[in-house]
């Protein structure tokens, strides 16, 4: 019913950038809620950002002032844009929309940040 895609994961040095984008096709409530999550090896989940369709959004604490979240709800997408990338910033990047009923999840897309 809801699929979601995930893109711009990658290698990257500390203090570079990258943008991820997550594309959703389907039934798609337009009053949904979209996040981005991560999750580094041994560690809990982490909620990273939120923005709702009005365009509200949150971060997490250790991301402020580096990540921004954005939406272009014309072509169902969420981007991540992550600058000033730090080594701990290193995981796997997951979208989450959130509807009623279910949330549906992208399949992960793998960010290193490495000398």
């Known amino acids: 019913q809801v699929q979601l895609v995930e893109s711009g994961g990658g290698l990257v040095q500390p203090g570079g950038s990258l943008r991820l984008s997550c594309a959703a096709s389907?039934?798609?409530?337009?009053?949904?809620?979209m996040r981005w999550y991560r999750q580094a090896p041994g560690k809990q989940r982490e909620l990273v950002a939120t923005?709702?369709?009005?365009?509200?959004?949150n971060y997490a604490d250790s991301v402020k002032g580096r990540f921004t979240i954005s939406r272009d709800n014309g072509k169902n997408t969420v981007y991540l844009q992550m600058n000033s990338l730090k080594p701990e910033d290193t995981a796997v990047y997951y979208c989450?929309?959130?509807?009623?009923?279910?949330?549906?999840w992208g399949q992960g897309t793998q960010v290193t940040v490495s000398s």
């Open positions: 989450k929309l959130q509807q009623p009923l279910r949330d549906y």
């Open positions: 389907g039934n798609i409530f337009s009053g949904n809620v």
């Open positions: 923005i709702t369709s009005g365009g509200n959004t």
